[in-house]
């Protein structure tokens, strides 16, 4: 073989070496972006199961507040209804009263 096509075929070699080199390169960033993204991937899963305990919290809590409402409407529906009795009671009496006192008129 002559030594020009010796050169060339090292020339050739050498270029070809350098491309590998810059794709091993180029290989090892996108490894590194990789490594990155799945980071942010688990970052992410994270934040998403605490949301996911913060609305199930979240959704608890309503239920306790959706009973105590309905104990408190109830509660005050009993009063209300107390607050009634008591109001037909007042009118009896007064009317009671009011007889007693016409009754003690026309006797004095």
Not at 61 to 74: H, P, S
Request: proline fraction near 0%.
């Amino acid at each position: 073989m002559s030594e020009v096509l010796l050169r060339e075929i090292l020339s050739e070699i050498s270029g070809i070496k350098q491309e590998m080199s810059g794709m091993k390169q180029e290989i090892s960033g996108f490894k590194q972006e990789i490594s990155a993204m799945k980071q942010d991937v688990s970052g992410i899963k994270q934040e998403l199961s605490g949301m996911k305990q913060d609305i199930q919290f979240l959704k608890d809590e309503q239920a306790q507040i959706k009973q105590a409402v309905l104990e408190t409407n109830e509660r005050v529906k009993q009063l209300t209804d107390r607050q009634d009795n008591q109001h037909a009671i007042i009118d009896i009496l007064s009317s009671r009263s009011i007889e007693h006192e016409a009754l003690l008129k026309r006797v004095h």
